[in-house]
């Protein structure tokens, strides 16, 4: 489909989508869980399949046992693992799986990788015990780390847990969403004067803030994009999701080329097609749409970024892209 025919489908749905940006709503900060992780279809937890308790036993291996986190020395960000574990949580009960999680999620918060001040979480810390952190703030990082924390939700006496989600969201609006061409940008520049340990609020106003990266690299904004989905339900406030929708929208129309799938950067012109990440990470937030919205064009929009996957990520004979 030619991009001038997917740019007049969009606009045909949005009448329905609320997509101008609105005042949050009376509800919206009121947090309710989200439903829990599962484990992929096909890979049961429990049975004859070996690899899920492979896959546990490699990451409950690299657990922290005294600082929480996956892995040591440098103490970086894996919320996929940590998603993984709280997925089977949810499917077995084991409530000690889920008390790594919970333990994990406080320590990035309490040991110095989590921004107070400005909200967002810092790329990784070069301390076991989350101090000294790598002051780059990844786009990624805050889409994946806003969507755990929403799953990994218990209610307000666990106030580590259910404080994070609001606050990212915030520094994700203010400093990474750019509200003119609607999209989110990928990273933060590291600034350790910026970030000096000390100052508060009123001594950061009087320095320079930490510049933001511009397209040509898009990649932060369909994580980005479907963590916000995930948000506007659990906070029920619809802002969020329009928002998400506008930034789909906006890498679509400019990185997606029928045949070539979706570019890897842009800048007058899309750049860098066919690298598996971006068709998946962009097929994945279609669905997320998808799912929230019940629009035919984002399921479609999903399948077109499936469809160019096999020939390029499969060789005869093997299993893994």
Request: charged share 20%; net charge neutral; with cysteine.
């Amino acid at each position: 489909m030619a991009r001038r025919r997917w740019r007049s489908r969009f606009v045909g749905v949005r009448q329905g989508n609320r997509l101008a940006e609105v005042e949050p709503s009376e509800s919206a900060g009121e947090l309710t869980p989200s439903p829990p992780l599962c484990c992929a279809p096909g890979l049961a937890c429990r049975g004859s399949g070996r690899l899920p308790e492979r896959i546990l036993h490699t990451a409950l291996a690299a657990y922290d046992r005294e600082n929480g986190g996956f892995a040591g020395r440098p103490s970086s960000i894996t919320p996929t693992c940590s998603s993984f574990i709280l997925a089977v949580a949810h499917r077995t009960g084991d409530e000690a799986l889920a008390d790594i999680v919970q333990r994990s999620l406080t320590a990035m918060i309490d040991g110095g990788l989590f921004d107070p001040i400005d909200g967002g979480f810092f790329r990784y810390a070069t301390a076991a015990d989350w101090s000294t952190p790598h002051y780059e703030k990844m786009a990624g990082d805050q889409a994946q780390l806003l969507a755990l924390y929403l799953t990994a939700y218990r209610p307000p006496a666990n106030k580590p847990i259910w404080v994070p989600p609001t606050v990212v969201l915030r520094y994700v609006d203010t400093v990474l969403w750019d509200r003119d061409q609607g999209y989110f940008y990928s990273s933060q520049a590291a600034d350790p004067d910026y970030y000096r340990p000390g100052l508060d609020a009123q001594g950061r106003a009087n320095r320079a803030h930490p510049m933001w990266t511009r397209p040509p690299i898009p990649s932060g904004t369909p994580p980005c994009a479907s963590a916000y989905m995930q948000a506007s339900s659990a906070l029920n406030e619809p802002r969020h999701a329009d928002l998400a929708i506008r930034a789909l929208e906006f890498v679509w129309l400019n990185s997606y080329q029928e045949g070539l799938g979706m570019h890897h950067y842009f800048d007058t012109q899309p750049h860098l097609p066919g690298m598996l990440a971006d068709q998946v990470t962009m097929a994945q937030a279609w669905l997320d749409a998808y799912e929230h919205f019940g629009r035919e064009i984002y399921i479609a929009a999903s399948r077109d970024a499936h469809a160019f996957r096999p020939q390029r990520f499969v060789r005869p004979g093997r299993t893994l892209f």
